[in-house]
Structure formats: structure tokens, C-alpha cells
T-cell receptor
Framework: NAGVTQTPKFQVLKTGQSMTLQCAQD?????MYWYRQDPGMGLRLIYY???????DKGEVPNGYNVSRLNKREFSLRLESAAPSQTSVYFC????????????????FGPGTRLTVL | QQPVQSPQAVILREGEDAVINCSSS?????VHWYRQKHGEAPVFLMI?????EQKGHEKISASFNEKKQQSSLYLTASQLSYSGTYFC???????????FGPGTRLSVLP
């Protein structure tokens, strides 16, 4: 099992350019997440998909869009990149939360390091 | 609402103990602990639910104090492999969004 994979690993964009970050998981998980990580800020949730066909905003959704293409794949799109979006982006997946239970363990991909000039 | 972690950073010698705290101004439903080594993805350590539960994983254990709205991660007889940034993640109630803390950077020196 590859677990959670992300492409690309590194990317440099100019302000105003667009791009899509790809994420796929092979663990048959229902829930998938996109986080950004900035120094001193921890991991902040951008968007998540609790199950196939649903997406919801997280803490910092502005400037991003997502698509849950199927159960395996969850992509993140930057329509018009800005320098403030320079960050490391992590995708994660987990089992669907059990009724009455806590959020399940999240499994993270290796990350995409994005620089916007 | 992001939980608070303390200390922000700690430096240890191999074999020493450390405690990392995660606290909230709101009642906690669950606390999750993850470790991230430099340049790698975060990796799950353990989950604690409200009720004062304590869990352990080899020489790493954690407690959850509901009254203090705080969880503590205990690293005993630290090893070089323990170096990394430790994040707590919290839920304030069932169904609420899960939020990570800012992290505590732990460095273990030989």
C-alpha cells in the first residue's frame, strides 16, 4: 500500500498563475482533508470531505477550491496564486467517524512545497 | 479555536524526560497527539477521550485532565528518535471541527 500520495512534491508559481494539487489514497478511507502548514502556525484545515460527494470549508478556505473526484482522489486548486499562499500543503485521509466517536486517525501524505513569487 | 501548547520548544539530552502540554479555554471532547519529523509528514501517536484517560505507547504516554481542559504528553528516557515537532489536535464537542495546536519542537541531543 502506498498510503496517501501527493503530486507534485515541489512547485514554484508566479503571482496570478493557477495550479491543482493532486492527492490520492489507497486505504479505502471515506474522509479526506487538505491542510496548509506555515512556521509557528501548526496545521490549518483548508477544506475537507467527510465522504465521497461532499466537501466543506475548514479554517482557511479563501483562495482555494476542492474537488472530491471519487473515493480515492481529492484535489486542491489555486485559481490565482498569491504570495500569501506560499506554504507546505498536506493531504490526509481517515476512516469515516463512528457515530458518537472522535475524529479518526488521520494519515498524511508527504506534502507539497509551494512557493509563489 | 486553536489550542495552546507549551513549551514552544524544548532541548533535552538523551535519557532525560519531557512533558508537553496542550490546553484549551473550552471543554474538550478528545485530544489527539501527532509527531512530525523535520521534512516529513505528521504521524499519529494516540487519541484520548474525555474522562481522565491515560494512554501509553512504549515510553511515550499521555493524560487528559477534563477539569483543567488540558492534556499532557510524557516522554520518558528520551531517545534521539523522539526529536521532532509534537502537535496536539482537539475537538471541543462531538461533531465539531478538529483543530491542531501550533506545535512544540523537541530536540534530543546525544
Amino acid at each position: 500500500n502506498a498510503g496517501v500520495t501527493q503530486t507534485p512534491k515541489f512547485q514554484v508559481l508566479k503571482t496570478g498563475q493557477s495550479m491543482t494539487l493532486q492527492c490520492a489514497q489507497d486505504m479505502n478511507h471515506n474522509s479526506m482533508y487538505w491542510y496548509r502548514q506555515d512556521p509557528g502556525m501548526g496545521l490549518r484545515l483548508i477544506y475537507y470531505s467527510a465522504s465521497e460527494g461532499t466537501t466543506d470549508k475548514g479554517e482557511v478556505p479563501n483562495g482555494y477550491n476542492v474537488s472530491r473526484l471519487n473515493k480515492r482522489e481529492f484535489s486542491l486548486r489555486l485559481e490565482s496564486a498569491a504570495p500569501s499562499q506560499t506554504s507546505v500543503y498536506f493531504c490526509a485521509s481517515s476512516q469515516m467517524r463512528a457515530s458518537g466517536g472522535p475524529t479518526d486517525t488521520q494519515y498524511f501524505g508527504p506534502g507539497t512545497r509551494l512557493t509563489v513569487l | 479555536q486553536q489550542p495552546v501548547q507549551s513549551p514552544q520548544a524544548v532541548i533535552l539530552r538523551e535519557g532525560e524526560d519531557a512533558v508537553i502540554n496542550c490546553s484549551s479555554s473550552k471543554a474538550l471532547y478528545s485530544v489527539h497527539w501527532y509527531r512530525q519529523k523535520h521534512g516529513e509528514a505528521p504521524v499519529f501517536l494516540m487519541i484520548l477521550l474525555k474522562g481522565g484517560e491515560q494512554k501509553g505507547h512504549e515510553k511515550i504516554s499521555a493524560s487528559f485532565n477534563e477539569k483543567k481542559q488540558q492534556s499532557s504528553l510524557y516522554l520518558t528516557a528520551s531517545q534521539l528518535s523522539y526529536s521532532g515537532t509534537y502537535f496536539c489536535g482537539t475537538e471541543y464537542d462531538y461533531g465539531q471541527n478538529f483543530v491542531f495546536g501550533p506545535g512544540t519542537r523537541l530536540s534530543v541531543l546525544p
